[in-house]
């Protein structure tokens, strides 16, 4: 059983940090989150609005796996802080032992749970510069373990266009009934141009433990004053859409993010409201 269990989870339970957090994950999210949502993909563009804002987001995923998730963003003096809160369920796993054998099965659970801490800050007129400290948890069944990971980022933006980079999830190892479990790390690049309505938009990563690369190619345009819609073509070992939409009403904002995964995984809807105090 402890193989079964390991050979699961070992190989792709902490790459959940590398799935949609909240609707923007679905799109090209290193290159143009931003505000508190940001606090997950790239912390250079984690910005405060003018009051305290809070981005509530529920997400469904393929498997029955889904996460809820929580960003907080406020300025602080000429800093802009940010908070994330990040509970990844990957729902009711049954256990089958191998036959011929007298062992029962066995239904568990098994879940991720991030805690990050960002901060961004200028320094210079277009340039940005923002760090994510992160508290990151394992649980699979009976075993669990916690790591510690940073997130760097910098940025460049001028009035239509910029260019982002940067590195996350580089850390420590969680140990998981007595194997090591690497986090997933990665190295980033991303860009946004606007032509005329339109905002272009790419991302490419580099997964350093798989040595591998996945990249993505977005757009997005305003739909009268309050409506944007995003689309995407995302590659991650094969091509897959990405899409979504957002209604801004001043204080209130809903967003909503959806792709169908590539090898037939499924649908995932990612759908957030965002709060603004006033």
Request: proline fraction near 4%; avoid cysteine; charge should be negative.
């Amino acid at each position: 059983m402890n193989a079964f269990v390991i050979l699961i989870f070992a190989a792709a339970g902490v790459k959940s940090l590398l799935m949609p957090a909240s609707p923007i994950g679905v799109t090209t999210s290193f290159a143009v989150a931003s505000n508190e949502e940001a606090v997950f993909y790239n912390p250079s563009n984690l910005r405060s609005r003018d009051n305290i804002t809070f981005q509530f987001s529920y997400n469904r995923f393929y498997l029955g796996m889904q996460s809820v998730s929580l960003s907080v963003a406020k300025q602080v003096k000429n800093i802009d802080v940010g908070l994330g809160i990040l509970n990844f369920d990957y729902g009711e796993i049954e256990w089958r032992p191998e036959y011929p054998t007298e062992e029962p099965l066995i239904d568990y659970r098994a879940y991720d749970f991030s805690l990050i801490l960002g901060a961004a800050v200028n320094v210079s007129d277009k340039g940005r510069i923002g760090v994510n400290v992160k508290y990151v948890t394992e649980n699979i069944y009976i075993y669990s373990d916690y790591a510690l990971a940073m997130d760097i980022a910098f940025a460049y933006h001028s009035p239509t266009g910029g260019i982002t980079f940067g590195a996350t999830n580089f850390g420590t190892r969680m140990v998981i009934n007595n194997d090591e479990v690497n986090l997933p790390a990665r190295l980033s690049f991303g860009a946004f141009q606007m032509v005329r309505q339109f905002t272009l938009s790419g991302d490419l990563h580099y997964l350093v433990n798989d040595a591998v690369f996945e990249f993505t190619l977005g757009a997005s345009m305003p739909l009268y004053q309050r409506i944007t819609l995003s689309a995407a073509a995302n590659y991650r070992d094969e091509f897959y859409p990405g899409f979504g939409f957002s209604v801004d009403a001043g204080a209130l904002e809903v967003k909503y993010g959806g792709s169908f995964y590539p090898k037939n995984l499924g649908m995932v809807n990612n759908l957030a409201i965002t709060l603004a105090l006033q």
